[in-house]
């Protein structure tokens, strides 16, 4: 099978904003119900499926699903037969859903207690309804994970990874379908051998259960591959200015073994990581992890794959079509075919709600709603924004 490199020349410096009626098309805010029961903490992922919205909150230990009204639906505390903890993050690590078999898949972290790691080998299947149907153990521990559809997990190994593999060399990502592991060498190559040399967004998989695509990003490496259920399709390599690059061989060379992240710290501002990718018609969505006077530093992208043309979402401002309203709150969590999902937390909400007194805001009837409670407890408020043709 073909696989197609596309190399693209990226200058973050130079990213254009404009006001939110030049960018987008279409901005709808969708409030999540906030009751006893569904209130939650903060969103780490968000799915969009046909019906529903799935939250992972880490910090909360829970798993929140809401229809697409913003409707409470279900809430998963725990996974059946795992050890139930209370302290944060550890029950759940990440989320997916199986796009054909309309599925959520859990996994969880493996530290802490024996019992703990061997459940962060396990897979946890669910229907949206919360009934627990099936899970499978590996032999190994998962970094990432997405599951693609035709029965397929996809997956990137936590090094040691396997006790197949050479010193120093690992198979960062791999397919399972049918108990049986299926891998890709393509994307084998050489990193520090205890991965001590680990950093970035601990995320190195972003999946659209609505095209099917998961997008695998590997630090340092400035290339996102592009994933289906068949194999690797297509490769785009990012080329930045070389004062926020790190050497070609850095990966490669065993010089930096050990000490990768003592070299980053010592740049200027080096860009580490892509991450939160996605393609949507002709735009590539992206975000940047990066060093900037000695700390780390996040920001997204919508890349023009036919023009080149490239907008921050930080530089793009409220107008009339978002209601004077924010339209990015620091993430881009989640796509599909039409849309790109962010959340607006409810204090920011509402603060710009009082920006608004002058103005003659007419807002929709579930804002209206959201407003006259003004609980700045309440859960965020999820943005839907359908981005303009040719931007």
């Not at 230990?61 to 639906?73: A, C, E, R, T, Y």
């Not at 909400?349 to 609980?375: I, T, W």
Request: charged share 25%.
């Amino acid at each position: 099978m073909s696989q197609q490199q596309v190399t693209l020349r990226v200058d973050p410096h130079h990213a254009h904003g404009g006001a939110a009626s030049d960018v987008f098309e279409e901005i709808n805010y969708i409030p999540l119900e906030s009751t006893k029961e569904s209130l939650f903490q903060r969103i780490d992922q968000l799915l969009v499926t046909d019906d529903y919205f799935i939250i992972l909150d880490r910090i909360g230990n829970s798993i929140l699903i809401f229809d697409k009204n913003g409707k409470f639906h279900r809430r998963l505390d725990g996974l059946p037969g795992a050890e139930k903890v209370s302290l944060p993050r550890m029950q759940f690590k990440a989320i997916s859903v199986d796009p054909v078999k309309k599925q959520l898949v859990v996994t969880r972290p493996h530290f802490m207690t024996e019992k703990i790691r061997q459940d962060g080998r396990t897979v946890f299947y669910f229907d949206f309804n919360g009934n627990f149907i099936k899970k499978h153990t590996y032999s190994f521990y998962f970094r990432d994970f997405c599951s693609i559809g035709q029965e397929k997990i996809l997956f990137s190994v936590s090094p040691p990874g396997l006790k197949e593999f050479k010193a120093g060399q690992f198979f960062r990502l791999g397919y399972y379908q049918s108990d049986s592991v299926l891998y890709k060498n393509e994307l084998l190559h050489k990193r520090g051998r205890d991965g001590a040399d680990e950093t970035g967004t601990g995320r190195d998989l972003s999946f659209n259960p609505a095209t099917r695509q998961a997008m695998y990003n590997d630090s340092f490496q400035y290339t996102l591959h592009v994933l289906d259920s068949i194999g690797l399709q297509r490769t785009y390599r990012f080329i930045f200015p070389l004062a926020n690059s790190l050497p070609a061989d850095f990966t490669s060379n065993e010089k930096y073994d050990g000490s990768r992240i003592q070299f980053i710290k010592e740049q200027p501002s080096p860009i580490i990581d892509i991450f939160s990718a996605y393609t949507l018609n002709d735009y590539l969505l992206f975000g940047l992890f990066s060093m900037r006077e000695g700390d780390y530093h996040w920001e997204e992208y919508i890349y023009n794959s036919r023009s080149g043309n490239l907008l921050s979402y930080s530089r793009i401002h409220p107008d009339s079509l978002s209601f004077f309203l924010p339209v990015y709150d620091s993430r881009i969590l989640a796509c599909d075919k039409g849309y790109v999902y962010g959340a607006v937390t409810s204090p920011k909400m509402y603060s710009y709600h009082a920006k608004n007194s002058r103005r003659n805001v007419d807002y929709p009837s579930e804002l209206k709603e959201f407003f006259l409670k003004a609980d700045r407890l309440a859960n965020p408020v999820i943005i839907q924004l359908k981005p303009k043709k040719g931007l």
